[in-house]
């Protein structure tokens, strides 16, 4: 049996910015990618995904601490609607993001990241889209 080599990719869908994340070609291991801006999130998205080297999406759902939809959950849903248009063959995944941002400053502060560089919002942006992701292939572990 042989195994198929393709990444996942993970959005953290801010106001302002959205933070970037894939997995490796096994995927087994979430890695920060980048920050964007939000308003440059599909261009963006196109060029990666056209590589050809991403399957699927998966996408941070905004969920307030009772569980419920948070507010922003109306612009999640409305690019999620423009990435299935655009890419009718990406598989599109929501993942709880509940806490991410606040798991993301704790990874950089264990991880000795100096004050200034843990400021960055863009970092946590980034960390954010990773944890969410990793939650995703933990869940879906074979």
Request: charged letters at 25%.
């Given at each position: ?5 393709f ?16 997995t490796?070609l ?12 939000t308003?440059d ?10 590589t ?40 599109i995944?929501k993942?709880d993001?509940?806490?991410s ?42």
């Amino acid at each position: 049996m042989s195994t198929v080599y393709f990444r996942y990719i993970s959005v953290d869908i801010g106001q302002k910015r959205t933070g970037l994340a894939h997995t490796d070609l096994l995927r087994t291991i979430a890695s920060p990618l980048e920050t964007v801006f939000t308003s440059d999130l599909m261009p963006h998205l196109q060029e990666l995904i056209g590589t050809g080297q991403y399957k699927g999406l998966v996408v941070g759902w905004p969920l307030e601490t009772s569980g419920k939809e948070g507010a922003s959950v109306g612009r999640v849903r409305s690019f999620i609607h423009q990435v299935e248009k655009q890419f009718p063959n990406l598989e599109i995944y929501k993942v709880d993001e509940r806490y991410s941002s606040e798991e993301a400053s704790s990874v950089m502060i264990l991880s000795g990241l100096p004050k200034k560089k843990r400021q960055e919002k863009k970092r946590i942006d980034q960390i954010a889209a990773a944890i969410i992701l990793q939650r995703f292939l933990d869940f879906n572990s074979h």
